[in-house]
């Protein structure tokens, strides 16, 4: 059993929900790995639908929350397509984003204005999910959750807010062509602490150093008594300087003991022909810093904007894969419905007009599929279905796995009407491969895996058994056969078991007296003036054609030998 966390798009919040994987062979043996392949050429969504698929759950509020996802999904084409955008560009950004890229190299300003433009990207994508969401024709409880839970991280991470922010910071690296930096000294004049007091748009222009440094200082009534700016300026300490990070006294004298200059790009002559680089390692640094704390930061929002919400991202493309590929196939001419749930005790499947999904798939004209109509209930628990070789039982026993498989994926189904009691798990006993029957033998092989799907299935699994125990004699056949179906119908399982035993179909009411409580039944494809219809029927077998059949399917009746050239 798997369990699966949190918020989903595929189950209810907060729902403890408990998942049985379906044997490996199952999807094959209902040809719904053709479905997936069908659906889409990208191998890692394929792989994901195969997987919600193949994951089911008898809890019907599983398949009710799926299945109302679905019919918004189906019925707004234009979410469809508006969704799969945004996703493409969540993808994106996660590809190429720099958000969670390190570096090496020192981080400057034009990483700084980098990462504000892709906070911004975010933001802008997470305010058009939410739009997308709103749309008033969306009533499933699933889509208006999620809408709820995006706006919910919208404002946790105060985007509204930092979208002026933004906007109010949004310039090109380009225009930034000074930096005015406040430095806070000890008494000998060492820097121990540097902030940003602003970005400029224009360059400071050369002036006399001395002479300004002078001017600054010459006059009591110039220096400052406090560290108050003027005007619109403040100090935005990045960090303090460490003993390591101070120059020595050694550093700011030269060898001659003149003082260095802490400008760069003096003329030369000045006094400042060993200037130090000092001035230009703080600021460096102090930007490093500075964009390192903003890198931080957006990566955080970006995680609340982007991580939580592309996690959900599969999940929506699985409803909007399907939901394309089945509105094609309704303009091609398939008809399809919504599944409903009915309560256990009575009638546990009832399906109208259903058909083979994999069938249809290969038709060009689907106005020629025939269609069918079953149900279970206590007194037809076993189908024992009967008919003519090529008449279509394979057929229809696949259909009746289709049904379920996809019901409970919260997909809509190929049939005119379906109403049923969800599996906990399908078991399909199909002819295995020669390679694993080398070591019991085909019949040995059979056995074996019978056993385990028996050992495993309750009233409420599905059971689908194709030609089970036909690899054997005939008397051999049948006498397992018959007390395989007996046990089933201990257990109630719900079973159709396509079989050229048209002797086991006539036990079927013997089957039922000596069975609890579950009944058999003997279920057929009809044949019209000799030729096969695809419809089945609850009746006695036709007639003992087992050995005719195998016959015709090997080409060795009379006619067929005396009538070769």
């Not at 990207?121 to 809408?147: F, H, K, P, W």
């Not at 005719?548 to 070769?564: C, P, S």
Request: with cysteine; aromatic share 10%; proline share 3%.
């Amino acid at each position: 059993m798997e369990r699966s966390p949190g918020f989903s798009l595929m189950q209810p919040a907060g729902a403890e929900i408990e998942y049985k994987k379906l044997p490996d062979n199952v999807m094959h043996d209902l040809g719904l790995d053709v479905f997936c392949e069908k659906i889409t050429g990208d191998a890692k969504e394929r792989r994901l639908i195969m997987n919600v698929l193949s994951r089911i759950s008898p809890d019907d509020s599983v398949a009710a929350y799926r299945r109302e996802i679905f019919g918004d999904v189906l019925r707004l084409p234009e979410l469809r397509k508006a969704m799969t955008v945004l996703f493409g560009k969540i993808q994106f950004m996660k590809d190429f984003s720099t958000m969670h890229k390190t570096t090496d190299e020192e981080l400057g300003l034009w990483h700084l204005f980098h990462r504000l433009d892709e906070l911004d990207s975010y933001i802008r994508t997470v305010e058009a999910m939410r739009n997308y969401l709103s749309d008033e024709r969306i009533c499933s409880q699933g889509l208006i959750s999620l809408r709820d839970y995006i706006t919910g991280l919208y404002e946790d991470a105060c985007f509204a807010d930092m979208k002026k922010d933004i906007a109010a910071l949004k310039m090109k690296a380009s225009d930034v062509q000074s930096v005015t930096l406040g430095v806070n000294v000890n008494e000998r004049f060492e820097a121990v602490s540097i902030g940003l007091i602003s970005v400029n748009k224009k360059p400071f222009k050369k002036s006399g150093i001395v002479s300004s440094f002078a001017d600054a200082i010459a006059s009591k009534d110039k220096l400052s008594d406090s560290s108050d700016w003027d005007g619109d300026m403040h100090y935005q300490q990045v960090g303090e300087f460490t003993k390591n990070d101070q120059p020595s006294v050694q550093s700011l004298f030269g060898s001659d003991h003149r003082p260095k200059s802490t400008v760069v790009g003096t003329v030369p002559g000045d006094g400042a022909s060993n200037s130090t680089v000092y001035l230009e390692t703080v600021m460096n640094k102090m930007l490093g810093t500075l964009v390192k704390k903003l890198r931080d930061t957006l990566t955080k929002y970006a995680n609340v904007a982007i991580v939580n919400i592309s996690g959900l991202v599969p999940e929506f493309m699985y409803y909007i894969r399907c939901a394309e590929f089945i509105d094609s196939l309704t303009e091609k001419g398939c008809v399809f419905c919504e599944a409903q749930p009915i309560a256990e005790g009575g009638t546990s499947m009832e399906a109208k007009g259903f058909y083979n999904l994999k069938l249809a798939l290969t038709m060009e004209d689907v106005s020629g599929i025939v269609t069918n109509d079953l149900f279970f209930d206590r007194e037809h628990t076993v189908y024992i279905l009967t008919g003519a070789n090529r008449g279509g039982k394979t057929t229809v026993t696949q259909a009746v796995g289709q049904l379920f498989v996809l019901a409970q994926g919260g997909l809509f189904v190929p049939a005119e009407s379906f109403r049923y009691v969800p599996c906990d798990c399908i078991f399909t006993h199909f002819p295995a491969d020669e390679d694993k029957t080398m070591d019991l033998g085909r019949l040995g092989e059979e056995c074996v895996r019978f056993r385990e799907m028996f050992s495993q299935a309750t009233d409420r699994s599905l059971l689908l058994l194709n030609e089970t125990y036909s690899t054997t004699s005939f008397e051999e056949g049948y006498y397992i056969a018959r007390d395989s179906v007996k046990a089933l119908l201990t257990k109630s399982v719900r079973t159709v078991y396509n079989t050229h035993m048209h002797k086991l179909g006539e036990d079927a009411e013997a089957l039922t007296r000596e069975s609890s409580g579950a009944g058999a039944a003997s279920l057929i494809v009809r044949t019209e003036d000799g030729k096969r219809s695809f419809k089945v029927a609850v009746a006695r077998p036709e007639g003992s054609s087992y050995a005719r059949d195998i016959a015709e399917k090997y080409g060795v009746t009379f006619e067929m030998l005396v009538g070769e050239k």
